[in-house]
């Protein structure tokens, strides 16, 4: 089973939805690193969360709070805009 572990700040507030019964939400993530020359860089990825998931990333927080969620990696997992 494959995983993966996301380590951030949350860049937007997350909003609890439901469509089709389905429980879901999304927000970015920023993740600060350093490139090869030592300079800081920010990349945010975009996450979607369902079920419990998504109903605790969606409790009351407020934007930069520090967010760790491990969870499984879909076959096929999409990198966000760099």
Do not use: Q
Not at 56 to 64: G, H, I, R, W
């Amino acid at each position: 089973m494959k995983h993966i572990t996301v380590v951030g700040s949350m860049g937007s507030k997350p909003a609890l939805r439901t469509s089709k019964g389905t429980t879901f939400t999304n927000f970015d993530v920023l993740v600060k690193d350093h490139d090869r020359k030592g300079e800081e860089v920010t990349e945010c990825y975009e996450v979607v969360a369902f079920g419990r998931v998504a109903a605790t990333a969606a409790a009351p927080v407020a934007a930069s709070r520090a967010w760790r969620r491990r969870a499984r990696a879909p076959a096929r997992a999409r990198r966000g805009p760099a």
